[in-house]
């Protein structure tokens, strides 16, 4: 298994720098998108607000990034923080489109 660290490309200029991060946020923000699309969908199944947030789900994620991150040659805390950031943001997300889908036909939210 080729670990992601080493895909990484040595850069002599800052231009090399973004150019290479640019691409991968080429790749990252749609798979965002469809991770935000999901939330939608959990906003449609959950039948009570108070099951958006699972903090036992919470855990669970954050170890599994954790762990991939270290398998892959990353640092587990940078992904473990960008995760939690990640999660509240979701977590967010969902209690609008919780409301949204609920919302009397007409009425905004």
């Known amino acids: 298994m080729t670990r992601a660290i080493d895909n990484v490309q040595h850069c002599t200029t800052m231009q090399d720098v973004r150019r290479y991060i640019d691409a991968l946020d080429d790749v990252l923000v749609p798979l965002l998108v469809q991770r935000t699309g999901y939330m ?16 036992e789900r919470i855990e669970a994620i954050v170890a599994r990034v954790r762990a991939s991150a270290a398998l892959h ?3 587990p805390d940078v992904m473990e923080a960008i995760y939690r950031s990640l999660m509240e943001h979701s977590i967010a997300h ?16």
């Open 40 to 55: 939608t969908q959990a906003a449609r199944i959950k039948q009570d607000p108070s099951q958006v947030r699972d903090e």
């Open 73 to 75: 040659g990353g640092a």
């Open 94 to 109: 969902e209690h609008q489109e919780f409301a949204r889908l609920r919302a009397p036909q007409g009425e905004q939210v």
